[in-house]
């Protein structure tokens, strides 16, 4: 089981907590045996030599006896459950630490909820099972081991027959435990879709508003859901019928022993007390094998969810870092595609695409919707690799360059305005962490961003919403701006940074932006051509292929795409 055993390596670290438990749960296992012992010396002091010192020492005995039982159950399942949940409190960690390094493609293969049922159900079910399943299986192999003691000391014969039915109980456990675990698997992928559907439906909750989809969405999370119950109820049916099915396989034993046993006593080969001792020690003996039978359902639940969560641990990203790689200093901000090509699945959607950005140049990047311009700026940051040509920055390959030098060196606003649920500083200072509170009032009030967060009820300190739903999105864009103005990077990319701001906000703004691209590299996206005229490269892309460019002067005169666009926008 190298799941499992992989698993049992996440407790390592908490051993002696596990020790701790486990001795505690051997006393447990071990205390039962000792009970089916003394029943034979008691009933015989009691009942036959009617010994007075021991019957009014029992009543204390029992209580001693239960005190200690108590205590050990405490310990047990204090210690293993700490053990268990901080082991899977690693796992949960390494899951998002591992998770969070994939690259951008396996982010668009696999949808967020699932991603995020995963890291919280899966790792919820290793964690039910993992203490569980370790702690019983100390305390009931231990009782299971003493109480065949205390049987085989009492009389071997019966033992054996006793310990016969054992093997018939092994072929149904296997079946049930092969069931519960495919149940179980399948469960949680469906536990996914559920978790995807209430994902996009809160993160959407405006459109199924707007578009009166209350209904559709809550139809379509009650047959996801009632489709998980399906496997939950299957889960539990294998879960159930371990019991009974162990129960009435015992039975026979219990059925043979009463039968053997039974005429041993009445021909006098065997005292009443030491048949009751035996059969106290049976009835006691199958309750850990039923258990035992009931963990190994329970550990191929817990492989199951183990398997989830390590597939995504050991997920390889496609983009490797290069440790020994170069490091970029701030002149290197020459920017040159050469022959690249790129596909997302089958088609190429940059094809063939060769371009410079001279040192403090601004290359504007224009065309038709959909002609591949987040997708090329995507590559010169490399959130995806090229699948062909390649990207130079200064004279190095990005590929050659690492991951932290590469990422300092870069600062981008994207089409998509991303911010978190925190406070408007906060989200600032992301591009630059260790900034001051004044290196974030700076960069607001380039990014003209600064009176309207003054207007907010707390200022600076204003906390904005899951992706910043409480500003507007032109409010949203600034604060982007202001982030990545922040971070002052030697390059900067703008994929439609402006676009929601009004005209006046807009002019101020590039005025700021075009001071700041003085001395960097940028790269700038824009429908509205007004914002690239003095571009000093206007690249014209469609359908992954540079048509066109020139600046803007040379495109008009060249009266093809650009010049087309022009004319549309500028009409009036
Ligand atoms: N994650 C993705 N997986 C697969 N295909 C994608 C993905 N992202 C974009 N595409 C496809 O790549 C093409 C180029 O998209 P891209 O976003 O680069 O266009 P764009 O020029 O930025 O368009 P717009 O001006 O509308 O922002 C589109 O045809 C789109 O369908
Ligand atoms: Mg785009």
Redesign the pocket.
């Known amino acids: 089981m190298p799941v499992f055993k992989r698993l049992m390596l996440y407790m390592k670290p908490y051993w002696w907590r596990i020790v701790l438990a486990a001795l505690a749960s051997s006393a447990l296992g071990g205390l039962d045996a000792a009970f089916a012992y003394m029943i034979e010396p008691l009933l015989k002091k009691i009942f036959m030599t009617k010994d007075m010192f021991v019957f009014s020492f029992l009543p204390l005995a029992v209580i001693l006896l239960f005190v200690f039982r108590a205590v050990c159950r405490y310990i047990n399942d204090y210690f293993m459950g700490t053990a268990a949940q901080l082991a899977v409190q690693d796992v949960r960690n390494e899951i998002f630490r591992k998770n969070i390094l994939l690259d951008l493609k396996f982010f ?1 293969r696999n949808q967020t909820g699932s991603l995020m049922s995963r890291i919280v159900n899966d790792v919820g079910t290793m964690q039910n099972g993992v203490g569980d399943i370790v702690s019983g299986v100390f305390r009931d192999s231990i009782g299971l081991v003493s109480l065949l003691g205390v049987i085989f000391y009492r009389d071997w014969q019966l033992a054996i027959i006793s310990i016969l039915v054992i093997p018939l109980t092994i072929y149904p456990a296997n079946i049930l435990g092969k069931k519960i675990k495919l149940v179980a698997r399948k469960g949680q992928e469906e536990a996914g879709v559920f978790a995807s559907i209430l994902q996009e439906t809160l993160s959407g909750i405006k459109m199924v508003k707007a578009f009166s989809l209350e209904s559709a969405m809550t139809e379509q999370f009650r047959l996801a859901n009632l489709k998980f119950y399906g496997f939950s109820q299957k889960m539990i049916k294998y879960g159930s019928l371990s019991s009974p099915i162990m129960e009435v396989i015992t039975s026979l034993g219990i059925a043979a022993v009463i039968l053997f046993g039974g005429s041993k006593v009445m021909s006098n080969e065997m005292s009443a007390p030491e048949f009751f001792s035996f059969i106290t020690a049976m009835a006691l003996l199958y309750s850990p094998l039923k258990k035992l039978i009931a963990s190994y359902g329970n550990a191929q639940r817990c492989i199951g969810a183990s398997e989830r969560v390590f597939e995504i641990i050991d997920a390889v990203p496609e983009i490797l870092d290069n440790p020994h790689g170069h490091t970029i200093s701030r002149d290197d901000n020459r920017v040159e595609l050469k022959n690249v090509r790129f596909k ?2 089958d088609d190429y ?1 940059i094809n063939d695409v060769s371009l410079t950005a001279e040192k403090g140049e601004m290359i504007a990047l224009v ?1 038709p ?8 700026v995507s590559l010169i940051a490399r959130f995806f690799d090229v699948n062909e040509g390649q990207i130079l920055i200064g004279s190095h390959d990005i590929r050659d360059i690492t991951k932290a030098s590469l990422m300092n060196h870069i600062a981008l606003v994207d ?1 998509e305005t991303i911010l978190f649920h925190d406070s408007i500083a906060n989200n600032i200072r992301y591009g630059k962490p260790d900034a001051t509170d004044a290196e974030i009032v700076s960069a607001a009030k380039v990014a003209f961003a600064h009176d309207f967060i003054m207007e907010m009820p707390e200022g600076y300190e204003t906390s904005i919403g899951d992706r910043g739903v409480r500003l507007s999105g032109g409010q949203r864009q600034r604060l982007c701006i202001a982030r990545a103005l922040l971070k002052n990077a030697p390059i900067l990319i703008l994929d ?1 940074a402006t676009s929601s701001l009004d005209t006046e906000s807009e002019q101020m703004v590039q005025k700021a932006l075009d001071n700041l691209m003085a001395n960097r590299t940028t790269f700038v ?1 824009a ?1 509205r051509l007004s914002t690239v005229l003095h571009a000093d490269k206007i690249i014209v ?1 469609e359908n992954g292929a540079v048509v066109e460019s020139g600046t803007h002067k040379g495109l008009i005169q060249n009266n093809g795409l650009y010049s087309r666009l022009c004319t549309a926008q500028f009409a009036d």
């Open positions: 668009y997302y699945q959607i065309g919707s959909g002609g591949g311009k987040t997708t090329l089409q439609e996206i429908h892309l």
